[in-house]
């Protein structure tokens, strides 16, 4: 019975800022891992970044400089705060819940680049 909500996508210029969140409910244990994941157009689905509870944080080569992950374990949310958005970030962002070999998932938010 768990359920991730996301929000904070849109349309943003080049250069642009969005802040995404992601909020899970219902019962589950404290020891996860958040975090979010996008497809792109005519594209497998992509780690963006992903957190552990205990604050280990895996993400790709291009949200180096540019995209940070957050968490707030007590509000079992975790956030993205990209920056500096680029054309190629045009993508459907997910929010994802692990919690020992089970994956839940968010409906996804968009997240458009674009001038």
């Known amino acids: 019975q768990v359920q991730l909500v996301e929000s904070g996508g849109g349309l943003v210029q080049p250069g642009g800022s969005l802040r995404l969140s992601c909020v899970a409910s219902g019962r589950f244990s404290s020891r996860n891992t958040m975090g979010w994941y996008r497809q792109a157009p005519g594209k497998q689905r992509a780690l963006v970044a992903i957190m552990t509870s205990s604050g280990t944080i895996v993400s790709a080569d291009f949200v180096k400089g540019r995209f940070t992950i957050s968490r707030d374990n007590a509000k079992n949310a975790v956030y993205l705060q990209m920056n500096s958005l680029k054309p190629e970030d045009t993508a459907n962002y997910s929010c994802?819940?692990?919690?020992?070999?089970?994956?839940?998932w968010g409906q996804g938010t968009q997240v458009t680049v674009s001038s």
């Open positions: 994802n819940l692990k919690i020992e070999s089970n994956n839940y």
